[in-house]
């Protein structure tokens, strides 16, 4: 019974989604021109895409699977893999990365408890992301956390951002 129970709710929660996306794609429309906005909103909603909603996305839009699974790994704005509520980015463009940028990697990892080859906390709270080059050198070594761009950043502000974030988010709980 427990389980005819859960089994149910699965496929409610599976249904509701798919209402979900449903909405998304009569909101931009279902033509291949709407394709990028759609993987945009359905980013958003999930901060990823998942493979059985691109497959969905592929059918609603009339689309051969492969094409919708060509744009969402072509650009790197989308990920196929689930992100943490905060993306926290340290560029390793060729002027942060003079400017000691590997101490603020290794902090970050060493501050969320990432481990060799882990990129999002257990959680879902964090993802570590190295990116080339986000066009603020003069402000090297930069981190983008969660959309704002900290120039001149040093081990101790890196983990003074992440610690303010973290209260933030507390106080927000509260
Ligand atoms: S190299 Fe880091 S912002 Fe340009």
Same mark, same amino acid.
């Given at each position: ?100 940028? #590997?101490?603020?990697?290794?902090? +970050?990892?060493?501050? $969320?408890?990432?481990? *060799?080859?882990?990129?999002?906390? &257990? %959680? ?27 120039? #001149?950043?040093?081990?101790?502000? +890196?983990?003074?951002? $992440?610690?303010?974030? *973290?209260?933030?988010?507390?106080? &927000? %709980?509260?």
């Amino acid at each position: 019974m427990a389980q005819a129970t859960a089994a149910s709710e699965k496929e409610s929660r599976a249904s509701r989604r798919f209402e979900k996306i449903q909405a998304i794609v009569e909101q931009y429309g279902a033509a291949e021109s709407a394709l990028i906005p759609i993987l945009q909103k359905v980013q958003e909603e999930y901060r990823y895409l998942p493979e059985e909603i691109l497959t969905f996305v592929a059918t609603a839009l009339n689309l051969p699977p492969a094409t919708v699974y060509g744009v969402a790994t072509f650009y790197a704005q989308f990920s196929l893999e689930p992100k943490g509520k905060y993306i926290v980015r340290v560029c390793d463009g060729t002027a942060c990365h003079v400017r000691k940028n #590997q101490t603020l990697i290794s902090t +970050v990892k060493e501050w $969320l408890g990432l481990k *060799e080859g882990q990129s999002t906390t &257990e %959680d879902m709270r964090y993802t570590l992301e190295i990116v080339s080059c986000i066009g603020a050198c003069a402000l090297a070594p930069a981190v983008v956390i969660n959309g704002k761009v900290h120039g #001149q950043m040093t081990p101790e502000k +890196v983990t003074k951002a $992440l610690e303010e974030l *973290e209260a933030a988010e507390k106080a &927000e %709980d509260k």
